[in-house]
């Protein structure tokens, strides 16, 4: 018989959120396996100088759980790790969680109708599994030659030292993801000099922040209407950026040039040197990649003691960084904003195998990136995989979050009014969810726009764009809580 109810692995905000919606459907009695030493996922892991969210707080955040002391319209990293803190303190979560413990491998028991996690202390037993490993998760460091024989410090942005003191010092950063557009400025600050090696250039529009005021959040404490009225309008907003801008990319050209337009303003006006610019200027379409937000960017490199360098990295010498014309920048510190392994490291984190011994990465693979709903996946009973293909639904995360808990809800609520032992989506469901969500995506930047020089994680190996969920937020959540029983079959009774 399972020990667990569920098994949830991560204790990011989507780990959380899922445990939540256990305790609602009252299956409490479940643990959160972590691989970390604390809870909150990507916002207990980067503490890089400069972090915050780039989606207003108000919005990234739990509908039903608000917070209306953020100090900032863009909250800095610190503020969401207590926020994190404070949401497992609340729904008494912490309790269930066991840090530092790498789940190796997940396998369904067919027999016993049970999922079985294999731990580095053990094994594991649970009904369910859900996964919540996030997207982002996976650091990634380019197996540059030499790299090993550097002398000076390395430092990946997600293994930021609480006490790294770069003052006066010779930096590289090999990045110019939205990590490397929040650390540079602050880098820039307090380096003697500083080198940006740029492959590929990132759009960058303003990012209109401010402090919160007192009386504001003194407001959103005392009448929650007003704050879930300020979270609506910025939903809306990000809403109509995400289906006009990206997803009906075909149909609305011009919204989509019109942010490209905004950020070539914001980089004229922000740079000086012309041959600069040039070099900044993205090559592909908006939205092909994840664009940044940043008002200081651009303007770091009108310094005299910052450079932009776009020549190619041809190895790691003990004293910098060699390029392929033969030239040599030196560096006592090099910072890699080189991001994450999202395809071949996370799709799925860890090695999870259903029906019939079938792997689930290996699957993948060999056929397409898939999951119904993106959330659950044929041969895999009782799994709930919730960071999954077509899954990111809407630019905030939480939006995908709740569309998930919601699915859940519905799922297993039918599982407990069958009195059923198991669920899995059927061939059909799943086949058809793909059919759509691909179509779907062919008016989408991805499909109709020219994404073909942006190196962007938005697209899988076999070049599919299967990360992002190509409908409305509005959407997934109407079908979370609206799709066909009969997609999935119920078998069994509980042991
Ligand atoms: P990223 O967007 O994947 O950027 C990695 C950077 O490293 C890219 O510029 C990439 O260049 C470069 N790189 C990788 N391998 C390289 C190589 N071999 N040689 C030279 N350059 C190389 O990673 P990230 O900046 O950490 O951001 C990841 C995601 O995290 C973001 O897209 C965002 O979703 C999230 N994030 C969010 C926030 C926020 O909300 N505030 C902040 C930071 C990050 P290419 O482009 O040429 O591959």
């Given at each position: 018989?399972?020990?667990?109810?569920?098994?949830?692995v991560?204790?990011?905000?989507?780990?959380m959120g899922?445990?939540?919606?256990?305790d609602?459907?009252?299956?409490?009695?479940y643990?959160?396996?972590e691989?970390?030493?604390?809870?909150?996922?990507?916002?207990?892991?980067?503490?890089?100088?400069?972090?915050?969210?780039?989606?207003?707080?108000?919005?990234?955040?739990?509908?039903?759980?608000?917070?209306?002391?953020?100090?900032?319209?863009?909250?800095p990293?610190?503020?969401?790790?207590?926020?994190?803190?404070h949401?497992?303190?609340?729904?008494g979560?912490?309790?269930?969680?066991?840090?530092?413990?790498?789940?190796?491998?997940a396998?369904w028991?067919?027999?016993?109708?049970?999922?079985?996690?294999?731990?580095?202390?053990?094994?594991?037993?649970?009904?369910?599994l859900?996964?919540?490993?996030?997207?982002?998760?996976?650091?990634?460091?380019?197996?540059?030659?030499?790299?090993?024989?550097?002398?000076?410090?390395?430092?990946?942005?997600?293994?930021?030292?609480?006490?790294?003191?770069?003052?006066?010092?010779?930096?590289?950063?090999?990045g110019?993801?939205?990590?490397?557009?929040?650390?540079?400025?602050e880098?820039a600050?307090?380096?003697?000099?500083?080198?940006?090696?740029?492959?590929?250039p990132?759009?960058?529009?303003?990012?209109v922040?401010?402090?919160?005021?007192?009386?504001?959040?003194?407001?959103?404490?005392?009448?929650?209407?007003?704050?879930?009225?300020?979270?609506?309008?910025?939903?809306?907003v990000?809403?109509?950026?995400?289906?006009?801008?990206?997803?009906e990319?075909?149909?609305?050209?011009?919204?989509?040039?019109g942010?490209?337009?905004?950020?070539?303003?914001?980089?004229?006006?922000?740079?000086?040197?012309?041959?600069?610019?040039?070099?900044?200027?993205p090559?592909?379409?908006?939205?092909?990649?994840?664009?940044?937000f940043s008002?200081?960017?651009?303007?770091?490199f009108?310094?005299?003691?910052?450079?932009?360098?776009t020549?190619?990295?041809?190895?790691?010498?003990?004293?910098?960084?060699a390029?392929?014309?033969?030239s040599?920048?030196?560096?006592?510190?090099?910072?890699?904003?080189?991001?994450?392994?999202?395809w071949?490291?996370?799709?799925?984190?860890?090695?999870?195998?259903?029906?019939?011994?079938?792997?689930?990465?290996?699957?993948?693979?060999?056929?397409?990136?898939q999951?119904?709903?993106?959330?659950?996946?044929?041969r895999?009973?009782?799994?709930?995989?919730?960071?999954?293909?077509?899954?990111?639904?809407?630019?905030?995360?939480?939006?995908?979050?709740?569309?998930?808990?919601k699915?859940?809800g519905?799922?297993?609520?039918?599982?407990?009014?069958?009195?059923?032992?198991?669920?899995?989506?059927?061939e059909?469901?799943?086949?058809?969810?793909?059919?759509?969500?691909?179509?779907?995506?062919?008016?989408?930047?991805?499909?109709?726009?020219?994404?073909?020089?942006?190196?962007?994680?938005?697209?899988?190996?076999?070049?599919?764009?299967?990360?992002?969920?190509?409908?409305?937020?509005?959407?997934?959540?109407?079908?979370?809580v609206?799709?066909?029983?009969?997609?999935?079959?119920?078998g069994?009774?509980?042991?």
């Amino acid at each position: 018989m399972a020990r667990y109810d569920a098994i949830v692995v991560g204790a990011g905000f989507g780990g959380m959120g899922a445990a939540i919606q256990l305790d609602r459907l009252g299956l409490s009695d479940y643990v959160i396996l972590e691989r970390e030493a604390d809870l909150g996922g990507t916002w207990h892991v980067n503490r890089y100088p400069g972090l915050a969210v780039d989606i207003a707080s108000v919005t990234y955040s739990y509908s039903f759980e608000p917070n209306p002391y953020w100090s900032r319209l863009f909250a800095p990293g610190e503020e969401l790790r207590r926020y994190a803190q404070h949401v497992a303190e609340r729904y008494g979560l912490r309790r269930r969680m066991r840090f530092g413990t790498a789940v190796e491998q997940a396998r369904w028991d067919a027999d016993r109708r049970h999922w079985v996690v294999t731990t580095g202390s053990g094994e594991l037993t649970a009904r369910f599994l859900i996964t919540a490993t996030g997207f982002l998760s996976q650091p990634y460091t380019p197996p540059f030659p030499g790299i090993d024989g550097f002398t000076g410090r390395i430092v990946h942005t997600t293994a930021w030292p609480d006490d790294l003191d770069l003052t006066g010092q010779r930096v590289g950063v090999i990045g110019t993801g939205a990590t490397a557009v929040q650390l540079v400025p602050e880098l820039a600050d307090v380096a003697a000099e500083l080198t940006v090696f740029q492959r590929t250039p990132i759009w960058v529009v303003p990012k209109v922040d401010t402090p919160i005021p007192a009386a504001v959040q003194r407001l959103f404490a005392a009448l929650p209407v007003t704050q879930r009225a300020a979270r609506l309008a910025n939903t809306a907003v990000l809403e109509a950026i995400m289906v006009a801008g990206v997803l009906e990319f075909t149909r609305a050209k011009v919204l989509n040039r019109g942010a490209g337009l905004l950020a070539k303003a914001h980089l004229r006006t922000s740079v000086r040197d012309p041959e600069t610019r040039r070099a900044l200027t993205p090559g592909y379409d908006f939205g092909c990649k994840r664009p940044t937000f940043s008002n200081r960017y651009f303007r770091v490199f009108n310094s005299a003691h910052v450079r932009l360098e776009t020549g190619s990295i041809a190895e790691v010498t003990a004293g910098g960084i060699a390029l392929a014309d033969g030239s040599e920048v030196a560096l006592d510190t090099l910072v890699l904003a080189t991001g994450f392994d999202l395809w071949q490291a996370n799709f799925p984190a860890i090695t999870v195998r259903g029906r019939d011994g079938v792997d689930l990465g290996a699957w993948w693979r060999a056929s397409r990136f898939q999951a119904y709903e993106g959330i659950t996946v044929p041969r895999f009973p009782n799994f709930l995989s919730l960071n999954s293909p077509y899954s990111y639904s809407g630019l905030s995360y939480f939006t995908t979050v709740e569309a998930q808990m919601k699915h859940m809800g519905r799922l297993l609520g039918e599982l407990a009014r069958r009195g059923a032992a198991t669920f899995e989506v059927t061939e059909r469901a799943n086949a058809e969810f793909l059919d759509r969500v691909t179509e779907r995506l062919g008016t989408s930047v991805f499909y109709g726009g020219d994404c073909g020089s942006a190196r962007s994680y938005y697209f899988d190996p076999h070049g599919e764009a299967a990360l992002l969920r190509p409908t409305s937020t509005l959407n997934a959540h109407r079908e979370a809580v609206r799709f066909p029983l009969d997609d999935y079959v119920y078998g069994g009774v509980p042991a």
